[in-house]
Structures are given as C-alpha cells and as structure tokens.
T-cell receptor
Framework: ELKVEQNPLFLSMQEGKNYTIYCNYSTTSDRLYWYRQDPGKSLESLFVLLSNGAVKQEGRLMASLDTKARLSTLHITAAVHDLSATYFCAVVWDRDDKIIFGKGTRLHILP | EAGVAQSPRYKIIEKRQSVAFWCNPISGHATLYWYQQILGQGPKLLIQFQNNGVVDDSQLPKDRFSAERLKGVDSTLKIQPAKLEDSAVYLC???????????????FGPGTRLTVL
C-alpha cells in the first residue's frame, strides 16, 4: 500500500530564514509532484520530479527527489510572507499509477 | 488558455438530499479526476477517467456517489443521498495522457465547497 507522509504538518517561521519540508513515501514511484494551496483556493502545480536526483528550482523554492530513499524535499530559501500557504506532495505508485497526496504542510511565515 | 471550470462554487444541502457537480476540463486533456478534500487534509482521489472510460474508482463510495463523463469531455459527480461526512471541497483536475517516460501533471479547478447540514 502506498503511504505518503509529510513533515512537518505545521511550520511557523520568520521571514529570511531557510527551512525544508519532507515527503516520505512507502513504495516505488516514478513521479512525484509538489503543489501549493492558498486558503480557500485550489491547488497550483509547483514542481514535477521524474527521476532520481532530479532537482527543480523556482524562485525561493527548490525541490529534489531521491527515489532510493523514497524521499522528496521542498527547500525554502530566505522565506518571504508571500510563501505562506499549504504545500502538498503527491506520489504516483509506479505499479498501477495510483496517486496519493500527503496531508500537507501548512506554512506560516511571520513578517 | 482557459483552466478547469467547475460549478457550482458553493452548495449547501440537507442530509439525505442529492447534489451534482459539474466539471469542464482543459481543452485536449483526455484524463479527468475528481477529488474529495476534507478540511485540513490532502485531496483524496474518488475517480479517474481517461476519455469516457473509468481508469480508477476504487475509492468512490459507490452506494451513494456516481460520476460520468459523456463524450469524453465534461463530467458530473453526483451524491445521492448526502451524509454529513460528505461535507468537503470537491476538486476536479485534468491532464494530458502520459507518454512513456513523461508525466501527467494535473491542473486543478477552483473546487466546489459542499456543506451538508
């Protein structure tokens, strides 16, 4: 059974600080997605990670994938208030293409 | 490019009533997904269509939920009868068909917030 765990589930941090959100999953996967969700809004695609060692960067966010460790990270550099949102990872099981979302990390960045 | 459209945006009903949601995917996207997102949780896939065929409906409560995608474009999701625990946001997403070695990035609609009283 595919399980996806994100941690932390809640994170409050100061502007200017760096932090990392972790996404662990339990079975083999050949693709992983990161999404952002603002309160009351839908999900916005951030990154698509397809291979071991993949690294993608957009502004202050950088995502990486280690398929051997079954781990993806979302790193925030010099956080700004606008990055406050909930971040979800979604993992696709390579056996049957079933997609499972993590519970999300609610990020609150204090000005 | 127009995004995924959903309606209504909000719906309040009494338990045991019926409700239907509509989704229009991005033009050209063959795959369509319906998700249920309960407050504070990640989206849970209810059903996935490819064109007008069902790919996965293993988590759809078939005793009360039904979905169809006639002509492989628009889709409707119905709940009959609704229960209190069905209160959630129902998200529709669409994607292109995944090619070998590629991906099937999903694009989400704004969602329908359902409250069951």
């Amino acid at each position: 059974e595919l399980k996806v765990e994100q941690n932390p589930l809640f994170l409050s941090m100061q502007e200017g600080k760096n932090y990392t959100i972790y996404c662990n999953y339990s079975t083999t996967s050949d693709r992983l997605y990161w999404y952002r969700q603002d309160p009351g809004k839908s999900l916005e695609s951030l990154f698509v990670l397809l291979s071991n060692g993949a690294v993608k960067q957009e502004g202050r966010l950088m995502a990486s994938l280690d398929t051997k460790a079954r781990l993806s990270t979302l790193h925030i550099t010099a956080a700004v208030h606008d990055l406050s949102a909930t971040y979800f990872c979604a993992v696709v099981w390579d056996r049957d293409d079933k997609i499972i979302f993590g519970k999300g990390t609610r990020l609150h960045i204090l000005p | 490019e127009a995004g995924v459209a959903q309606s209504p945006r909000y719906k309040i009903i009494e338990k045991r009533q019926s409700v239907a949601f509509w989704c229009n995917p991005i033009s050209g996207h063959a795959t369509l997904y319906w998700y249920q997102q309960i407050l504070g949780q990640g989206p849970k896939l209810l059903i996935q269509f490819q064109n007008n065929g069902v790919v996965d409906d293993s988590q759809l409560p078939k005793d009360r939920f039904s979905a169809e995608r006639l002509k492989g474009v628009d889709s409707t999701l119905k709940i009959q009868p609704a229960k209190l625990e069905d209160s959630a946001v129902y998200l529709c997403a669409s994607s292109l068909i995944r090619l070998a070695g590629g991906h099937d990035e999903q694009f989400f609609g704004p969602g329908t917030r359902l409250t069951v009283l």
